[in-house]
């Protein structure tokens, strides 16, 4: 069966609220961050080489890699489910936003993190690292504008993907003047798959140092 | 027919060299950076609300973000080559790492970037950052033990995606302790479609500030 390994406060909560949506079996292994380091527990970094969250164990193989991981649930349990058909642009545009979660738009709020933990400030980077932030804002919010959903107008993985960039940009930046995302966000957490994965999985957001 | 939308000195290497290997057909369109910001320039931040390289234009649309090209190539242009079949596990990995080197590997590397560019800098974050490096490298250094590539010891886009991270790396550090590194990275650079990359597309590496 299908092991999901999630670490309290990251985005491996986007792997329970994906099973949720679809409705599969799966068995959820939980792991707390040390409330010091924040780091993951050893029995956590002992599954994988790179010891990140998350982690899926299926079939006797260990897969990292947020985005990875979900496009394998898709693949292999998906059943065609929260995805355009696979010959049509729109799946073309969801593995963009697939890619964009993590490849791009995570990029300025971790390093927001790295450099508050560490003490490393400039106003030269917190400058480049808001508007960079704010790029990424106003990117989602043009997608969203007359739209409910990034993808067809339906609800899909890529909604589940690139949500957590809004959910952790809200810790560090006000997302007022971007009333779409917010509705997004409203229309995202009011699902029932996404209250049980917080039922289950704990608080939906980064850790903030 | 595609258009790949190339900046110099940037990931979008990645895209040229994919094509050359796949001996498609494809327009080539370059952008410089602009010597002082090392921004892209304008027409290139037109075609696209992120402004982000590598970018490429097929069909009507035009789409971004590394991992996503690379992925749309194969499954438009592809006909199954540089990848292992989609049924099987290695297809699980090739999708890993195709998410793995911009959503976790890269990462450090663009911190070094950022915080070198805008002069952000403590011990505690050189050392961090020093340190995901070496956890990023030595992961690699592991996987290619025994192997000449990434997936099922045979060359697919993953080497093309992922060793752009260690080309970079050595922009950054010495990569002397990571001998299988080294040795794929001279394997690669060796393939016809490469050189043929690199004399349409110019140097391979980052644009480093």
Redesign the interface.
Known sequence: MLTIHHLSYSRSQKIIWLAEELEIPYELKLYMRDPQTLSAPPEMKALH????SPLISD?G?T??????IL??ILRHYGEGKLQPPADS?DF??L??W???A???AM?PI??MI??N??????D??TG??QAQLG??L??ME?ALAGNDYLVGNTFSAADIHVSFVAQTAKQYTSLDSYPNILAWLDRLEARPAFKRAEEKGGYFGAAKP
């Open positions: 080489p790179l010891g990140t079939k193989q897969y990292s890699e947020t985005g990875a496009d394998y642009q073309d545009k593995m963009e697939m890619h964009y993590e490849g791009s990029l971790l390093m790295y450099s933990y560490t003490g490393a400030k400039s030269t980077l480049m690292l790029k990424h106003g990117f043009s």
